[in-house]
Protein backbone atom coordinates (compact mmCIF):
# COMPACT_ATOMS: atom_id res chain seq x y z
CA UNK A 1 0.00 0.00 0.00
CA UNK A 2 1.00 3.35 -0.89
CA UNK A 3 0.49 5.71 2.26
CA UNK A 4 1.78 7.64 4.80
CA UNK A 5 1.68 6.93 8.49
CA UNK A 6 -1.63 9.24 9.81
CA UNK A 7 1.76 9.80 13.10
CA UNK A 8 4.05 10.73 10.45
CA UNK A 9 5.76 14.26 11.37
CA UNK A 10 4.04 17.85 11.27
CA UNK A 11 2.86 18.69 8.56
CA UNK A 12 2.44 22.24 8.29
CA UNK A 13 5.95 23.42 8.88
CA UNK A 14 7.22 25.92 6.26
CA UNK A 15 9.64 23.69 4.03
CA UNK A 16 12.73 25.79 4.61
CA UNK A 17 14.38 25.76 1.41
CA UNK A 18 17.06 23.73 2.67
CA UNK A 19 15.39 21.12 5.10
CA UNK A 20 15.30 17.62 5.63
CA UNK A 21 11.86 16.18 4.11
CA UNK A 22 9.42 14.61 6.61
CA UNK A 23 9.89 11.29 7.66
CA UNK A 24 9.72 8.83 5.56
CA UNK A 25 6.47 6.39 5.52
CA UNK A 26 7.77 2.37 6.72
CA UNK A 27 5.60 1.38 4.15
CA UNK A 28 6.64 2.24 1.14
CA UNK A 29 7.86 -0.38 -0.47
CA UNK A 30 11.01 1.34 -2.22
CA UNK A 31 12.72 3.27 0.53
CA UNK A 32 14.97 6.28 -0.68
CA UNK A 33 17.27 8.60 1.14
CA UNK A 34 16.16 11.53 1.78
CA UNK A 35 16.92 14.38 -0.82
CA UNK A 36 20.29 16.06 0.92
CA UNK A 37 20.34 19.60 2.46
CA UNK A 38 22.12 21.63 0.27
CA UNK A 39 24.02 22.73 2.90
CA UNK A 40 24.83 19.26 3.58
CA UNK A 41 26.90 19.26 -0.39
CA UNK A 42 30.90 19.44 0.11
CA UNK A 43 31.77 22.63 -0.89
CA UNK A 44 33.01 22.74 -4.43
CA UNK A 45 34.38 26.13 -4.84
CA UNK A 46 37.89 25.05 -3.86
CA UNK A 47 40.52 23.36 -6.70
CA UNK A 48 38.52 24.35 -9.31
CA UNK A 49 39.39 25.45 -12.89
CA UNK A 50 37.16 29.14 -13.54
CA UNK A 51 35.81 29.55 -16.25
CA UNK A 52 35.65 33.59 -15.71
CA UNK A 53 32.81 35.92 -17.01
CA UNK A 54 34.03 37.45 -20.01
CA UNK A 55 35.17 33.94 -20.82
CA UNK A 56 32.94 32.36 -24.21
CA UNK A 57 33.43 29.17 -24.79
CA UNK A 58 31.71 26.91 -27.16
CA UNK A 59 32.23 23.16 -28.03
CA UNK A 60 32.80 20.29 -26.03
CA UNK A 61 34.44 20.12 -22.83
CA UNK A 62 35.97 17.26 -20.88
CA UNK A 63 38.74 16.97 -18.30
CA UNK A 64 39.97 15.66 -15.14
CA UNK A 65 39.47 18.56 -12.46
CA UNK A 66 36.42 20.62 -11.16
CA UNK A 67 34.90 23.31 -12.96
CA UNK A 68 33.74 26.92 -12.47
CA UNK A 69 31.74 28.46 -14.93
CA UNK A 70 31.01 31.83 -14.25
CA UNK A 71 30.80 32.69 -18.32
CA UNK A 72 28.83 31.11 -20.68
CA UNK A 73 29.49 28.04 -22.64
CA UNK A 74 28.09 26.37 -25.57
CA UNK A 75 28.29 22.72 -26.14
CA UNK A 76 28.62 19.97 -23.77
CA UNK A 77 30.54 19.19 -20.96
CA UNK A 78 31.51 15.94 -19.16
CA UNK A 79 33.49 15.63 -16.25
CA UNK A 80 32.17 12.29 -14.79
CA UNK A 81 34.51 11.80 -11.88
CA UNK A 82 34.29 15.77 -10.94
CA UNK A 83 32.05 18.45 -9.99
CA UNK A 84 30.90 21.17 -12.42
CA UNK A 85 29.24 24.33 -10.72
CA UNK A 86 27.25 26.77 -12.69
CA UNK A 87 27.97 30.01 -10.61
CA UNK A 88 25.80 33.16 -10.27
CA UNK A 89 27.07 34.83 -13.37
CA UNK A 90 27.72 31.58 -15.44
CA UNK A 91 24.98 31.09 -18.48
CA UNK A 92 25.33 27.68 -19.88
CA UNK A 93 23.43 25.92 -23.16
CA UNK A 94 25.05 22.31 -22.61
CA UNK A 95 24.35 18.85 -21.52
CA UNK A 96 26.13 18.31 -18.41
CA UNK A 97 28.22 15.12 -17.16
CA UNK A 98 29.34 15.25 -13.77
CA UNK A 99 29.94 13.50 -10.31
CA UNK A 100 28.47 16.57 -8.78
CA UNK A 101 26.70 19.50 -10.51
CA UNK A 102 25.66 23.10 -8.91
CA UNK A 103 23.61 25.92 -10.33
CA UNK A 104 23.41 29.47 -9.20
CA UNK A 105 23.15 30.57 -12.50
CA UNK A 106 21.67 29.60 -15.62
CA UNK A 107 21.67 26.40 -17.90
CA UNK A 108 20.01 25.62 -20.61
CA UNK A 109 20.01 21.70 -21.10
CA UNK A 110 20.01 18.14 -19.27
CA UNK A 111 22.19 17.18 -15.97
CA UNK A 112 22.80 14.03 -15.52
CA UNK A 113 24.80 13.76 -11.73
CA UNK A 114 26.55 10.07 -10.84
CA UNK A 115 26.02 11.76 -7.26
CA UNK A 116 23.99 14.92 -6.64
CA UNK A 117 22.89 17.84 -8.26
CA UNK A 118 21.97 20.93 -6.17
CA UNK A 119 20.10 24.33 -7.62
CA UNK A 120 20.32 27.27 -5.68
CA UNK A 121 17.81 29.36 -5.09
CA UNK A 122 19.02 31.62 -7.80
CA UNK A 123 19.81 28.87 -9.94
CA UNK A 124 17.69 28.75 -13.32
CA UNK A 125 17.08 25.50 -15.25
CA UNK A 126 15.47 24.12 -18.52
CA UNK A 127 16.12 20.76 -19.11
CA UNK A 128 15.73 17.36 -17.11
CA UNK A 129 17.63 16.68 -14.21
CA UNK A 130 19.05 12.85 -13.95
CA UNK A 131 20.78 12.18 -10.59
CA UNK A 132 21.28 10.06 -7.51
CA UNK A 133 20.29 12.97 -5.12
CA UNK A 134 18.51 16.06 -5.91
CA UNK A 135 18.45 19.56 -4.12
CA UNK A 136 16.46 22.25 -5.09
CA UNK A 137 16.33 25.65 -3.17
CA UNK A 138 13.15 27.60 -2.58
CA UNK A 139 13.03 29.90 -5.16
CA UNK A 140 14.96 28.22 -8.03
CA UNK A 141 13.44 27.64 -11.35
CA UNK A 142 13.24 24.54 -13.15
CA UNK A 143 11.40 23.98 -16.33
CA UNK A 144 11.82 19.75 -16.70
CA UNK A 145 12.00 16.57 -15.10
CA UNK A 146 13.38 14.79 -12.23
CA UNK A 147 14.59 11.64 -12.09
CA UNK A 148 16.28 9.72 -9.17
CA UNK A 149 18.59 6.96 -10.20
CA UNK A 150 20.34 5.50 -7.08
CA UNK A 151 23.64 4.19 -7.05
CA UNK A 152 22.80 0.86 -6.32
CA UNK A 153 20.33 0.78 -9.01
CA UNK A 154 23.32 1.71 -11.67
CA UNK A 155 25.37 -0.87 -9.65
CA UNK A 156 22.74 -3.51 -10.46
CA UNK A 157 22.59 -2.37 -14.02
CA UNK A 158 26.05 -2.73 -14.25
CA UNK A 159 26.74 -6.03 -12.96
CA UNK A 160 23.75 -7.18 -14.81
CA UNK A 161 25.56 -6.39 -17.66
CA UNK A 162 29.07 -8.19 -16.82
CA UNK A 163 29.89 -11.59 -18.24
CA UNK A 164 29.00 -14.92 -15.95
CA UNK A 165 32.88 -15.17 -15.03
CA UNK A 166 33.10 -11.58 -13.87
CA UNK A 167 30.52 -11.69 -11.53
CA UNK A 168 31.41 -14.60 -10.01
CA UNK A 169 34.95 -13.45 -9.72
CA UNK A 170 33.07 -10.02 -8.44
CA UNK B 1 -1.62 38.21 8.77
CA UNK B 2 1.41 36.22 8.29
CA UNK B 3 1.59 32.80 9.09
CA UNK B 4 3.45 30.79 11.17
CA UNK B 5 4.53 27.12 11.75
CA UNK B 6 6.01 26.51 15.26
CA UNK B 7 8.17 23.61 15.76
CA UNK B 8 4.22 21.98 17.56
CA UNK B 9 2.55 22.46 13.82
CA UNK B 10 0.35 24.33 12.61
CA UNK B 11 -2.54 25.47 14.94
CA UNK B 12 -2.71 29.31 13.93
CA UNK B 13 -6.38 30.10 11.88
CA UNK B 14 -6.13 32.70 9.66
CA UNK B 15 -9.29 35.61 9.06
CA UNK B 16 -10.44 33.13 5.93
CA UNK B 17 -10.12 29.66 7.79
CA UNK B 18 -7.19 29.27 6.52
CA UNK B 19 -4.67 27.21 8.38
CA UNK B 20 -1.11 26.62 7.20
CA UNK B 21 -1.34 22.69 6.71
CA UNK B 22 -4.45 21.18 6.34
CA UNK B 23 -5.35 17.43 5.49
CA UNK B 24 -6.76 17.12 2.57
CA UNK B 25 -9.71 14.93 0.86
CA UNK B 26 -8.56 15.08 -2.43
CA UNK B 27 -5.30 14.07 -2.15
CA UNK B 28 -6.91 11.52 0.25
CA UNK B 29 -8.83 10.14 -2.51
CA UNK B 30 -5.68 10.90 -5.15
CA UNK B 31 -3.55 8.48 -3.40
CA UNK B 32 -6.43 6.07 -2.83
CA UNK B 33 -6.99 5.93 -6.21
CA UNK B 34 -3.10 5.38 -7.04
CA UNK B 35 -2.59 2.78 -4.58
CA UNK B 36 -1.26 0.18 -6.98
CA UNK B 37 0.67 2.92 -9.47
CA UNK B 38 3.76 2.53 -8.09
CA UNK B 39 5.64 4.51 -10.15
CA UNK B 40 3.58 7.60 -11.40
CA UNK B 41 4.46 10.69 -13.58
CA UNK B 42 3.55 13.38 -12.42
CA UNK B 43 3.20 17.27 -13.65
CA UNK B 44 3.84 19.95 -10.93
CA UNK B 45 2.73 23.13 -12.15
CA UNK B 46 3.60 25.30 -9.34
CA UNK B 47 6.76 26.97 -8.17
CA UNK B 48 9.08 24.76 -6.76
CA UNK B 49 9.25 23.54 -3.31
CA UNK B 50 11.86 21.03 -2.03
CA UNK B 51 9.13 19.62 -0.24
CA UNK B 52 6.86 18.99 -2.84
CA UNK B 53 9.75 17.21 -4.74
CA UNK B 54 10.59 15.03 -1.90
CA UNK B 55 6.98 13.25 -1.07
CA UNK B 56 6.97 13.30 -4.94
CA UNK B 57 10.08 11.37 -5.29
CA UNK B 58 9.78 9.38 -1.64
CA UNK B 59 6.79 8.44 -3.55
CA UNK B 60 8.20 6.82 -6.39
CA UNK B 61 7.23 9.40 -9.05
CA UNK B 62 8.94 10.58 -12.25
CA UNK B 63 8.48 14.37 -11.77
CA UNK B 64 7.94 17.03 -14.35
CA UNK B 65 8.27 20.74 -12.95
CA UNK B 66 7.20 23.63 -14.83
CA UNK B 67 6.06 26.76 -12.83
CA UNK B 68 3.03 28.29 -13.98
CA UNK B 69 1.72 30.09 -11.33
CA UNK B 70 4.72 32.57 -10.87
CA UNK B 71 4.81 34.02 -14.14
CA UNK B 72 0.87 34.63 -13.64
CA UNK B 73 0.97 36.46 -9.92
CA UNK B 74 3.91 38.71 -11.64
CA UNK B 75 1.74 39.24 -14.42
CA UNK B 76 4.40 39.10 -17.10
CA UNK B 77 4.14 40.92 -19.85
CA UNK B 78 4.87 38.82 -22.48
CA UNK B 79 1.95 36.89 -21.47
CA UNK B 80 -0.28 40.13 -22.98
CA UNK B 81 -1.22 41.69 -26.24
CA UNK B 82 -2.14 45.39 -25.35
CA UNK B 83 -2.02 46.37 -28.64
CA UNK B 84 -5.85 46.73 -28.83
CA UNK B 85 -7.96 48.55 -26.81
CA UNK B 86 -8.49 45.51 -24.52
CA UNK B 87 -5.83 43.50 -23.46
CA UNK B 88 -5.62 39.98 -24.73
CA UNK B 89 -3.63 37.26 -23.02
CA UNK B 90 -1.71 35.37 -25.36
CA UNK B 91 -2.52 31.73 -24.19
CA UNK B 92 0.15 30.38 -27.35
CA UNK B 93 2.73 32.30 -25.63
CA UNK B 94 1.61 30.60 -21.89
CA UNK B 95 0.91 27.32 -23.19
CA UNK B 96 4.55 27.26 -24.42
CA UNK B 97 5.57 27.11 -20.73
CA UNK B 98 4.54 23.52 -20.56
CA UNK B 99 7.49 21.37 -20.58
CA UNK B 100 7.72 19.06 -22.87
CA UNK B 101 5.85 15.84 -21.57
CA UNK B 102 4.59 13.14 -24.65
CA UNK B 103 0.71 12.63 -24.51
CA UNK B 104 -1.40 10.58 -22.68
CA UNK B 105 1.85 10.18 -20.65
CA UNK B 106 0.98 11.51 -17.12
CA UNK B 107 -0.31 10.44 -14.36
CA UNK B 108 -1.58 13.46 -12.25
CA UNK B 109 -0.93 16.92 -12.79
CA UNK B 110 -1.16 18.95 -9.47
CA UNK B 111 -2.29 22.53 -11.75
CA UNK B 112 -2.75 24.23 -8.03
CA UNK B 113 -4.40 27.64 -8.34
CA UNK B 114 -3.76 28.53 -12.02
CA UNK B 115 -6.84 29.39 -12.70
CA UNK B 116 -7.78 31.35 -10.28
CA UNK B 117 -5.11 33.59 -11.65
CA UNK B 118 -5.96 33.14 -15.78
CA UNK B 119 -8.40 35.17 -17.77
CA UNK B 120 -11.70 33.05 -18.30
CA UNK B 121 -10.87 33.17 -22.22
CA UNK B 122 -7.54 30.62 -21.38
CA UNK B 123 -9.18 28.01 -19.32
CA UNK B 124 -10.26 25.78 -21.91
CA UNK B 125 -7.05 25.84 -24.07
CA UNK B 126 -5.16 25.29 -20.81
CA UNK B 127 -7.45 22.56 -19.21
CA UNK B 128 -7.46 20.80 -22.54
CA UNK B 129 -3.75 21.03 -22.51
CA UNK B 130 -3.43 19.46 -19.37
CA UNK B 131 -6.34 16.91 -20.29
CA UNK B 132 -4.15 15.63 -23.56
CA UNK B 133 -1.14 15.38 -21.63
CA UNK B 134 -2.85 12.62 -18.52
CA UNK B 135 -3.10 9.11 -19.39
CA UNK B 136 -6.31 7.00 -19.14
CA UNK B 137 -6.88 6.97 -15.44
CA UNK B 138 -4.81 10.40 -14.98
CA UNK B 139 -5.71 12.96 -13.04
CA UNK B 140 -5.82 16.74 -12.77
CA UNK B 141 -5.58 18.40 -9.04
CA UNK B 142 -6.72 21.68 -8.92
CA UNK B 143 -7.47 24.35 -6.52
CA UNK B 144 -10.45 26.89 -6.71
CA UNK B 145 -11.20 29.55 -4.49
CA UNK B 146 -15.05 29.87 -3.23
CA UNK B 147 -16.48 32.91 -4.06
CA UNK B 148 -16.16 34.48 -0.51
CA UNK B 149 -13.09 34.73 -0.92
CA UNK B 150 -11.55 37.90 -2.04
CA UNK B 151 -8.02 37.83 -1.58
CA UNK B 152 -5.26 35.36 -1.59
CA UNK B 153 -4.39 35.42 -4.95
CA UNK B 154 -0.48 35.56 -3.94
CA UNK B 155 -0.50 32.17 -1.40
CA UNK B 156 1.41 29.39 -3.19
CA UNK B 157 0.60 25.83 -2.01
CA UNK B 158 2.95 22.82 -1.43
CA UNK B 159 2.72 19.63 -0.24
CA UNK B 160 3.32 19.09 3.35
CA UNK B 161 2.45 15.14 3.12
CA UNK B 162 1.56 12.60 0.43
CA UNK B 163 -1.90 14.04 1.94
CA UNK B 164 -1.85 17.41 3.29
CA UNK B 165 -1.17 20.49 2.19
CA UNK B 166 0.39 23.41 3.28
CA UNK B 167 0.43 27.21 1.75
CA UNK B 168 2.90 29.80 2.69
CA UNK B 169 0.86 32.77 3.77
CA UNK B 170 -2.94 33.93 3.72
CA UNK B 171 -2.44 36.44 0.72
CA UNK B 172 -3.50 39.98 0.43
CA UNK B 173 -3.52 40.07 -3.63
CA UNK B 174 -7.54 39.81 -4.64
CA UNK B 175 -8.33 37.85 -7.19
CA UNK B 176 -8.07 38.89 -10.85
CA UNK B 177 -11.29 37.39 -11.76
CA UNK B 178 -14.43 35.94 -10.75
CA UNK B 179 -14.48 32.37 -9.19
CA UNK B 180 -15.18 29.66 -10.90
CA UNK B 181 -17.88 27.56 -10.18
CA UNK B 182 -18.88 23.98 -10.12
CA UNK B 183 -20.99 24.52 -13.28
CA UNK B 184 -17.99 26.28 -15.28
CA UNK B 185 -15.71 22.90 -13.69
CA UNK B 186 -17.90 20.91 -15.52
CA UNK B 187 -18.11 22.43 -18.81
CA UNK B 188 -14.00 22.34 -18.76
CA UNK B 189 -13.89 18.90 -18.67
CA UNK B 190 -15.71 15.69 -19.93
CA UNK B 191 -19.20 14.70 -18.15
CA UNK B 192 -19.11 12.62 -14.96
CA UNK B 193 -15.21 13.32 -14.25
CA UNK B 194 -14.88 16.03 -12.07
CA UNK B 195 -15.08 15.33 -8.31
CA UNK B 196 -14.96 18.64 -6.38
CA UNK B 197 -14.01 18.83 -2.35
CA UNK B 198 -14.88 21.71 0.08
CA UNK B 199 -12.57 22.19 2.79
CA UNK B 200 -12.58 25.08 5.14
CA UNK B 201 -10.01 26.72 3.62
CA UNK B 202 -12.07 28.89 1.45
CA UNK B 203 -10.88 26.87 -1.05
CA UNK B 204 -12.47 23.58 -3.43
CA UNK B 205 -10.10 20.28 -4.25
CA UNK B 206 -11.18 19.58 -7.96
CA UNK B 207 -10.20 16.10 -9.37
CA UNK B 208 -10.66 15.46 -12.84
CA UNK B 209 -9.81 12.18 -13.92
CA UNK B 210 -9.17 11.08 -17.21
CA UNK B 211 -11.76 8.29 -17.64
CA UNK B 212 -10.24 4.64 -18.41
Not at chain 1, 69 to 76: A, F, K, P
Not at chain 1, 155 to 169: D, G, T
Not at chain 2, 58 to 65: L, P, S
Request: net charge neutral.
Amino acid sequence: MWWEKKSGPDPGQRPHPLSAPAARPESWAEPLEPTPRVSDMPNTIQNQTLLGQSMVLHGELTGKEDLLIEGQLDGTISLPDHCVTVGSHGEVKAEIHARQISVLGTVNGNLTAREKIEIRKTGQVVGDLVAAAIAIEDGAYLKGSIDIQREQNQAAARSASLPPAVKASA
Amino acid sequence: MSLTVGPQGPTKTTRTGLNSAAASPALEWLWKYLQDTPHPEILDCGPVFQATVDVFLRRGAKVHVADLVTPLLKGEERFWNRSGKVPVFRVAEFLAQFPAVLPASLTVIFGWHVLDLLPREAHSQVVGRWLSCLQPGGVLFCLLREPYLPKGADTFWWLAGLRSLACAREGSRPFPYPAITNRDTERLAPPGSVKTFLTRTGRREVLTIIQP
